[in-house]
């Protein structure tokens, strides 16, 4: 079992930054990969970065490249995701994900194990 917790969304002017922190108990932390993924209204669920055990193999979702930075602290449980340049089109709630399954991070919701409850970010033009 892991239990995900994440925190920092909120409201944040286009342009402004923002980092997230999810925070995991219960199974090891350096056994699974982790990742976030964000939902709009009417949209599905779709990936945005990923971050494997090691922390070595990292991926980003086109749309975020460049400006975003996942990045794990083992000794805190710790997940982050630093957004900068945010964007309206960036506003979603943002999920935190465990793979227990895999050692590096996969792009698909579905392969997912674990959720957090989600944080609003809500970028305002």
């Known amino acids: 079992q892991v239990q995900l917790v994440e925190s920092g969304g909120g409201l944040v002017q286009a342009g402004g930054s923002r980092r997230l922190s999810c925070v995991a108990s219960?199974?090891?932390?350096?056994?699974?990969?982790e990742a976030w993924f964000r939902q709009a209204p009417g949209k599905e669920r779709e990936f945005v970065a990923g971050i494997s055990w090691t922390g070595d193999t990292i991926y980003y979702a086109d749309s975020v490249k460049g400006r975003c930075t996942i990045s794990r602290d083992t000794p805190k449980n710790t997940v982050y995701l630093q957004m900068n340049s945010l964007k309206p089109e960036d506003t979603a709630v943002y999920y935190c994900?465990?793979?227990?399954?895999?050692?590096?991070?996969?792009?698909?919701?579905?392969?997912?194990?674990?959720w957090g409850q989600g944080t609003q970010v809500t970028v305002s033009s």
């Open positions: 994900a465990a793979d227990i399954g895999s050692s590096w991070p996969r792009k698909i919701a579905g392969e997912y194990d674990y």
């Open positions: 219960g199974r090891a932390f350096s056994t699974y990969a």
